[in-house]
T-cell receptor, first 110, second 112 residues
Framework: DAKTTQPPSMDCAEGRAANLPCNHSTISGNEYVYWYRQIHSQGPQYIIHGLKNNETNEMASLIITEDRKSSTLILPHATLRDTAVYYCIVRGQGAQKLVFGQGTRLTINP | DSGVTQTPKHLITATGQRVTLRCSPRSGDLSVYWYQQSLDQGLQFLIQYYNGEERAKGNILERFSAQQFPDLHSELNLSSLELGDSALYFC???????????FGSGTRLTVV
């Protein structure tokens, strides 16, 4: 599975959009980009995933660049409850496991 | 409630002992994954089962073993416990390999 690079920490003001970047320059054609988050010591929570097209759900939007070497997770109106560690993971189709890196610690400030 | 149930929530035990952690996957999910999260190592994949069969193994110690039963619940057995085994142990389940995982709330194991 391709390695991902994320900034260790980010801050965002409450009510603003939080944009979390992820680099995955060695991604191959059949590998998906997944995003999870972990609030304090709770179990990680699935957010969204995509292959090449942009995706949106009730939680977030995922923007994948045309060359697929990077992506951005967008939380459109961040709230204090979005404070968490966000993990960007690249995973091959049919691959058996998700490999978590260190993620980005996002702090939403009032 | 994610639908994945892990018991117990907390466990305190002495070094050298053996414990069993239990996971009930979300209804309909055939895959179960176990992860260990300690303070200095992040989330580490241990092992995966699919419909009762082992499918993938990570950095799981020989002192640890797991199985998935016909009703699809899974158990992680940890033996000869050491202080360094103190961690959060998470179970996750998924419907198929390309869907997202759903994680349980974890079991916090403290070895004293």
């Amino acid at each position: 599975d391709a390695k991902t690079t994320q900034p260790p920490s980010m801050d965002c003001a409450e009510g603003r959009a939080a944009n979390l970047p992820c680099n995955h320059s060695t991604i191959s054609g059949n590998e998906y980009v997944y995003w999870y988050r972990q609030i304090h010591s709770q179990g990680p929570q699935y957010i969204i995933h995509g292959l090449k097209n942009n995706e949106t759900n009730e939680m977030a939007s995922l923007i994948i660049t045309e060359d697929r070497k990077s992506s951005t997770l967008i939380l459109p109106h961040a709230t204090l409850r979005d404070t968490a560690v966000y993990y960007c993971i690249v995973r091959g189709q049919g691959a058996q496991k998700l490999v978590f890196g260190q993620g980005t610690r996002l702090t939403i400030n009032p | 409630d994610s639908g994945v149930t892990q018991t117990p929530k907390h466990l305190i035990t002495a070094t050298g002992q053996r414990v069993t952690l239990r996971c009930s996957p979300r209804s309909g999910d055939l895959s179960v994954y176990w992860y260990q999260q300690s303070l200095d190592q992040g989330l580490q994949f241990l092992i995966q089962y699919y419909n009762g069969e082992e499918r993938a193994k990570g950095n799981i110690l020989e002192r640890f073993s797991a199985q998935q039963f016909p009703d699809l619940h899974s158990e992680l057995n940890l033996s000869s416990l050491e202080l360094g085994d103190s961690a959060l142990y998470f179970c996750a389940s998924s419907e198929n390999f390309n869907r997202g995982y759903t994680f349980g709330s974890g079991t916090r194991l403290t070895v004293v």
